[in-house]
């Protein structure tokens, strides 16, 4: 690991990457930091010639969610729902979701509030970008209370009809109190409203 200049008590070096979240040590792969910087660069790409007259506003997402810890955690499955919304056409996505996930006899409720840059693949599908805080609170067993840290997304929308859909959602996300680290996949279906 190399380090660029001194490190606080709420900084952390990781690869020539220093990260600051919410007073709390995250380490961000590189890959994320290239995810953001080429969301900026590419920001107007397959939306200029593609774009939909009447698209979503609003958009409802129901479905299944699963996880799996990086470094031997556990997985854990159960039911997401999430609503998103456009605040600026072709540049800006809020997605606010909420899953339910349960294993080895505990349950975990965790939140997100993701925001989100879209980029039109074709008439009828569309990948988003995404970067946002995340909330969880584990109801029993050992690793009872709560936590928070930051998830990466790339979220797959695919429309065949005009206000009804599916999705493909896998992330990736890290606790800033622990340090773990987890790899997910949420899919479901799309419903949305002009």
Do not use: C
Not at 77 to 98: K, M, R, S
């Amino acid at each position: 690991m190399e380090y660029f200049g001194k490190n606080g008590p709420n900084t952390v070096g990781v690869d020539g990457v220093t990260a600051v979240y919410a007073g709390a040590a995250l380490k961000m792969p590189r890959f994320v930091l290239f995810t953001l910087f080429a969301i900026a660069a590419l920001s107007r790409v397959g939306t200029a010639e593609e774009s939909i007259e009447d698209d979503h506003g609003i958009v409802f997402e129901a479905g299944a969610a699963g996880e799996h810890g990086i470094h031997g955690g556990g997985s854990n499955f159960g039911p997401n729902l999430a609503v998103e919304v456009t605040p600026i056409e072709d540049w800006l996505e809020i997605e606010l979701g909420v899953s339910a996930l349960g294993t080895n006899g505990h349950t975990e409720l965790s939140s997100d509030l993701v925001f989100k840059k879209p980029f039109r693949l074709s008439l009828t599908s569309e990948l988003m970008i995404g970067l946002g805080p995340t909330v969880s609170r584990v109801s029993s067993g050992p690793d009872e209370g709560s936590s928070h840290g930051i998830e990466v997304v790339f979220d797959f929308m695919f429309w065949p009809h005009k206000n009804t859909g599916w999705y493909l959602e896998p992330s990736w996300s890290r606790t800033s109190h622990s340090g773990d680290q987890t790899i997910g996949l949420t899919g479901g279906i799309l419903f949305g409203w002009h």
